[in-house]
């Protein structure tokens, strides 16, 4: 009797080994499943916000560009500063190059637009005016940049920004440059920012050395500028 019952016992235990084994493998597996889980749930939000987030493409010249200055102080990583204050679903991508002019931004904007564009900013012209440039060619090429831009996003909205130089070509030369902006925001149907470099162009205090690239200063109220028009558009796009 003893020795059964002490066979009893061992069995009893061995039994309640073998259940919280299995329990705890249970657990384990319960555990490792919630996890994965998570971070599918992760996974997943991510790529929603990524999906929703839309994207503004800042397409110029050294003006754009930041010339001189650090990146994050170049007037779109501004208004993506600004953007994101705002909590808008926005990504601003910096697409400037200095020197550039509106011939060489029509061969270049084709690798541009490999990406989606939901609103494009178009800042070009500057280089053109100060070499002279017939501005006749300026307007087809940036007339060309919209084309290809709707031609690949059809639902983009295009800001055009206004440029002026100063008479030192002649006036007529001079009159005629600027009005290349606001025929070809009409001709185009795209918004246009009247004279991006308002409040800074001529300013000393404003510009830097060169008496033509902003300050950190002068970059701010470029980003200004451009807001007054931008902001309309990403509320519009916002509710729709």
Not at 8 to 23: E, V
Not at 44 to 72: H, M, Q, R
Not at 74 to 96: E, R, T
Request: proline share 5%; charged share 20%.
């Amino acid at each position: 009797m003893v020795m059964k019952s002490k066979f009893l016992t061992l069995y009893l235990l061995g039994l309640m080994f073998f259940y919280s084994c299995g329990q705890a493998e249970q657990t384990d597996s319960v555990e490792a499943s919630q996890a994965t889980a998570t971070t599918q749930t992760k996974k997943e939000e991510n790529t929603a916000t990524a999906e929703k987030t839309k994207t503004i493409v800042f397409f110029g010249n050294s003006l754009t560009a930041g010339y001189g200055l650090e990146p994050d102080q170049a007037f779109p990583a501004l208004i993506q500063q600004h953007i994101d204050s705002l909590g808008l679903p926005y990504k601003a991508v910096n697409a400037g190059v200095s020197g550039e002019t509106s011939a060489g931004g029509k061969s270049r904007v084709d690798w541009i637009l490999k990406q989606p564009v939901d609103v494009f900013v178009l800042e070009l012209g500057a280089n053109d005016g100060l070499r002279g440039i017939n501005p006749k060619e300026t307007y087809r090429n940036l007339g060309t940049i919209i084309d290809k831009v709707r031609a690949k996003n059809p639902e983009a909205q295009i800001i055009l920004a206004g440029m002026q130089i100063p008479p030192s070509m002649g006036q007529q030369f001079a009159s005629e440059f600027r009005e290349v902006y606001a025929r070809l925001a009409k001709d185009k149907d795209v918004a246009l920012i009247p004279f991006l470099l308002e409040g800074v162009a001529g300013e000393r205090e404003l510009n830097q050395g060169d008496g033509i690239h902003p300050t950190v200063e002068g970059q701010k109220i470029l980003a200004q500028n451009t807001w007054q028009v931008l902001e309309p558009i990403l509320k519009e796009q916002a509710s729709s």
